[in-house]
C-alpha cells in the first residue's frame, strides 16, 4: 500500500476518534482505512492502536508515531504550498542567456520584471555562442537563432528583417551601390550566425527573392564588433534593425538598396520544459512578447 497514504489513514482515524469517521472524511471504506493502519503496524512490527467495539485510543508506540506522522503531513503540506506559490507568482533566481547584440533588447524587460517581482533575482549571462541550457543550468535563452537540440522548446518573441547600411566615409570612398549585384565587389563585414552564411537574402519590390553572395575582411560572432567597423567605415553591414536604430536615425550610418528587403527572421525563447513551466520563466517571457508588440518599431523599424 502507498505508505503516505496510509499515514494519512492513520493520523485521520486518531483525530476522528474511529475508523468509519475518517473514511468519511478520506472519501474511503472503513475496510480500506483498517487495511492502511494495519499495513503500518505490519511494517513496524508493533501495534499502534487499541481497538474496542467503542472506540479506538493509542499505544504508548502509537502515541510518539502520530506525533511525527503529524510533522510529516504538515510538512509535506507545506512543501506543496511552496511549490505551488512557485508556480504561481515569479520568485526564485531566473537564469537567462542571451547575445550581446540583444541586451538592449532584453534590458527594459529585465528591469520591469525586476520591479513588479522583487522576490526575484534575474543571473542574466551574455555571449556569442549559442548555451547548453540543460548542462549549464539556464532557464530560459533569448536568441536569434535556433537551437541544435530539437527537444528544447522555441518560442518567437519577435520579427525583424535586417537592414543594409554603411558609414557616409564608406559610400565617397567607394561609391554607393545601385544594384544587388555591386555588392560583390564591396568589403562585406559579416555575422557568423547569419543563417544564410556569405549568401545575402532580400525581397525586391515585386516580392520576388533575391540574393548575392558577399565578401568581406572581417567575420564575427559579435555584432557590436561589426557595427564599430561599419562606423568606421570598414565596410558594407547587413545588421539587425534594432542593433543600428540609433545609428540610422543619427545619420552615422545610411541605408543602402531601400527597394530590396532583407528576409524576416525571428528572436526566440528557448526553454528546457513545456510542462509544469514555473511562474518566473512563464511571467517572463510573456513580458517578453509584450514589450516586442509595443516596441515593435525598436525591432524592425527599417521593414
Known sequence: MDRLTSLTAFVRVVDSGGFSAAGRKLNMST?????HVQSLEDRLGARLLNRTTRKVSL??????YYERCVQILADIEQADEVAGAQQSVPRGTLRIFTNTHLVQFLSSTVTEFLATYPEVKIDLMIGERSADLLDENFDLAVQMIQPRDSALIVRRIATWRHVLCCSHDYVEAHGKPERLDDLVA????????YPFGDEWHFVDRKGAPAAVKVAGNLVSNSGETLKLAALAGVGVFLAAGFLVRDELESGKLVRLLPEYRPVELTMNAIYPHRHHLSAKVRVFIDLLVHHATEQQKLINPYS
Open 59 to 64: 499505544t504508548e508506540v502509537g502515541q510518539a
Open 31 to 35: 475496510t480500506m482505512v483498517s487495511n
Open 186 to 193: 564591396l568589403n562585406c563585414v559579416r555575422h557568423v550566425n
